[in-house]
């Protein structure tokens, strides 16, 4: 496509320009008159802003291209003029739905280019925090993909309990959402000691709500209709193009980063990886249902061995000093002020550091250049990779599945977009 | 064996100067490879039994911009068979001319390609979907490079005031 050189001059397309400029790795079909439907941005399906072009026959969809870039925010570029820690507050708003992986990532990423490693302690409260952000994500995925075909109750049962875990983000780090709460080695602060209590409590009841959801679909007619056999994507399909998370297992690949390269010590913790082989959107919402049951197992270990200890690393130069030293430490005073006003020095190189998020495999490019400022932050965003096999997922189904396929493979466009 | 050491052994086996240097940080290998060649070793890295180089994690490229190369591009390999991970890095002298699409060996590259056209203006040869996917199609420049800026608006003073306010994208009389 040629960009018009008058500025004021209003775009408008054809659709064989639309077509061209939508055919990304796919075939156009033949001669035959197809209709062209763009649906979304503003679709309540699309879970945010996301445009999907669709080639029809009839009702089904010969092809299909997502368009993206409607909450591109420039988070990447921000990122460069922002010092290590206070980068970390835009991590959050990537995937908005779970902050703790996203801090997780990063976090762990700017820990390996300077060579420390958190505290046991902090590093089991970390698993603890990601397995109930996990807990939390499904939750609203589940909600909102029920709610797209039409199961409207499961959607207010989910917040319910959605609802208690953003209260325990809250207790801990003081935000519900935005948690900012993991930093460069160690956390914000300890835990509240009303903490332990309510997660006890959440286990408690988690498993009996978690039944609750399975009895509302796992079984119900109208759900297996609308799920079995629809958006299937082989094993081999999906590890070429990249699938991670439930939907990649939902496939038959046994591949869960916690497991095959465990991080923040997870090899410590005894849990499944729940595994199906249909590839449909049936067996990626099973995956994603056993998935919560394993996340509570995990955090019942974390709690029931929670050591004791600081919960930061010994480095004034990384960690700032406690509050209570300012007061009469000369030496406390001038480490904050240096770090509040230079921060820390990284060393020069790149690292690559993956964690599972909910939605797959997140991940923190980090090349330092000596200096306080990353010189380049890169992330390989679960759903934006996902999102690619969505036109050969739905390739053949009708414009109600295209529905349900975007649901089942849980994007989050802040994330995509960044 | 190390399957760091095999990659590099088997690679030097394929093609014996394609390998420009190897560099080890924080337990991460990274392979500088020739630019012209890195179709054919990532074909070699994904269809070997040893090695089955599988799964394209990423593709970023970085800017460099006071050197020479300026651009750099990492693929960021990882094997499900023999849970390794490895990183390959190319040099792009001209972004205009850069390495050519691993496209037909993972077909995600393409998509991630054009991430990396879209903010960082590194052209890879042969993926013919290259097209503006976060920025609008009328946008000017790549913003990841290091000499576009972050963008503000430029203060008026007296002296300049006529100059900045022609730039200005409100509607004038």
């Not at chain 1, 156009?28 to 999907?52: C, F, K, W």
């Not at chain 1, 009996?208 to 297996?224: F, G, Q």
């Not at chain 1, 099973?286 to 995990?298: A, F, K, N, T, V």
Request: aromatic content about 10%.
């Amino acid at each position: 496509m040629t960009l018009s050189t008058d500025p004021d001059a209003i775009q408008e397309l054809t659709v064989e320009e639309l077509r061209a400029k939508f055919g990304t790795g796919m075939e156009i079909a033949g001669d035959e008159e197809y209709m062209l439907l763009s649906m979304g941005p503003q679709h309540p399906s699309t879970h945010g802003v996301l445009r999907l072009l669709l080639e029809l026959d009839g009702e089904t969809v010969v092809n299909l291209a997502p368009d993206i870039g409607f909450l591109h925010t420039g988070i990447e570029k921000t990122m460069e003029s922002k010092r290590y820690t206070l980068g970390l507050v835009l991590t959050d708003r990537m995937d908005y739905l779970s902050p703790m992986s996203n801090n997780l990532g990063y976090i762990l990423a700017v820990e390996k280019l300077l060579g420390v490693e958190a505290t046991p302690r902090a590093q089991v409260i970390r698993v603890i925090l990601t397995e109930l952000a996990r807990v939390s994500s499904h939750l609203v995925w589940l909600g909102t993909h029920a709610l797209d075909l039409a199961a409207m109750s499961v959607f207010l049962y989910c917040f319910r309990e959605r609802e208690y875990i953003l209260d325990i983000f809250e207790m801990v780090a003081g935000q519900r959402m935005m948690v900012s709460y993991f930093r460069p080695g160690g956390l914000w602060r300890d835990l509240p000691e009303e903490f332990e209590p309510a997660v006890r409590k959440f286990l408690e009841f988690m498993p009996s709500r978690i039944a609750d959801y399975e009895a509302l679909t796992k079984n119900n007619p109208i759900w297996l209709d609308r799920t079995k056999g629809v958006g299937v994507v082989s094993a081999e399909q999906a590890v070429a193009w990249g699938m991670t998370g439930p939907s990649l297992r939902g496939s038959g690949v046994n591949w869960d980063i916690r497991k095959a390269q465990p991080y923040s010590g997870y090899e410590q913790y005894d849990f499944d990886v729940p595994l199906e082989t249909d590839g449909d959107v049936y067996a990626r919402y099973r995956c994603r249902m056993e998935e919560m049951r394993q996340s509570l197992r995990i955090i019942e270990q974390g709690l029931d061995n929670l050591p004791d200890g600081p919960v930061n690393i010994d480095d004034p130069k990384i960690v700032p000093p406690p509050r209570s030293e300012l007061g009469h430490s000369m030496e406390a005073v001038i480490h904050h002020f240096k770090l509040w006003t230079e921060g820390f020095d990284a060393p020069e190189g790149f690292v690559y550091q993956s964690v599972e998020s909910p939605r797959g495999e997140f991940a923190c490019y980090l090349r330092g250049d000596g200096g306080p400022k990353p010189a380049r932050v890169h992330f390989r965003t679960p759903s934006y990779v996902n999102l690619a096999s969505l036109p050969i997922m739905s390739k053949g189904a009708f414009v109600a599945d295209v529905v349900a396929i975007i649901g089942s493979i849980d994007i989050v466009l802040g994330e995509i977009d960044r | 064996m190390n399957q760091d050491q095999l990659v590099v052994d088997k690679i030097k086996a394929a093609y014996p100067d394609v390998i420009e240097d190897v560099v080890d940080f924080r337990g991460e290998r990274t392979i500088y490879v020739h630019t012209g060649q890195i179709r054919e070793v990532c074909q070699l890295l994904r269809d070997d039994a040893d090695l089955q180089y599988n799964f394209l994690s990423d593709i970023c490229a970085d800017d460099l911009l006071p050197d020479f190369p300026r651009f750099a591009v990492n693929y960021h390999l990882y094997s499900i068979p023999q849970n390794h991970r490895l990183r390959l890095r190319v040099w792009a002298e001209d972004p205009e001319d850069g390495p050519e699409t691993v496209g037909d060996v993972w077909p995600v590259a393409t998509w991630l390609e054009m991430e990396v056209w879209d903010l960082l203006g590194v052209r890879f040869k042969g993926n013919g979907s290259l097209r503006r996917l976060f920025l609008p199609e009328d946008w000017q420049g790549h913003p990841l490079r290091k000499d576009y800026p972050l963008g503000y608006e430029e203060v008026q003073f007296s002296f300049n005031w006529q100059e900045i306010d022609a730039k200005k994208p409100y509607a004038k009389e």
